[in-house]
Nanobody, 123 residues
């Protein structure tokens, strides 16, 4: 049974930073493509960032490029999302995702999901 557990969300002001973490169970973490998605109230879940199994390849949504950094530590079965210069429009529930596909930019490419962590950015 694969479990993904996010943490690090919270309430911050515009311009602040947060770091989200996602800890995965099991021994196959280093073989997965990992990613972050987010869902704001009344909106569809959208791609935020993804990282290849070795950490050498990363992808970002245009809306977060230059502000967010995705990384992973395979020895700790953990993925991170460093979020800087947060904006009110970043407010959403952030979900950790894992997949066996080589790329990840849509929910279809995700095989496992975490329960989500709330990020709220006030203006």
């Amino acid at each position: 049974q694969v479990q993904l557990v996010e943490s690090g969300g919270g309430l911050v002001q515009a311009g602040d930073s947060l770091r989200l973490s996602c800890v995965a169970s099991g021994s196959t973490f280093s073989r997965w493509t990992m990613g972050w998605f987010r869902q704001a109230p009344g909106k569809e879940r959208e791609f935020v960032a993804a990282i290849g199994w070795s950490g050498g390849i990363t992808y970002y949504a245009d809306s977060v490029k230059g502000r967010f950094t995705i990384s992973r530590d395979n020895a700790k079965n953990t993925m991170y999302l460093q979020m800087n210069s947060l904006k009110p429009e970043d407010t959403a529930v952030y979900y950790c995702a894992a997949g066996w596909a080589a790329t990840m930019s849509t929910a279809r490419e995700c095989d496992y999901w975490g329960q989500g962590t709330q990020v709220t950015v006030s203006s």
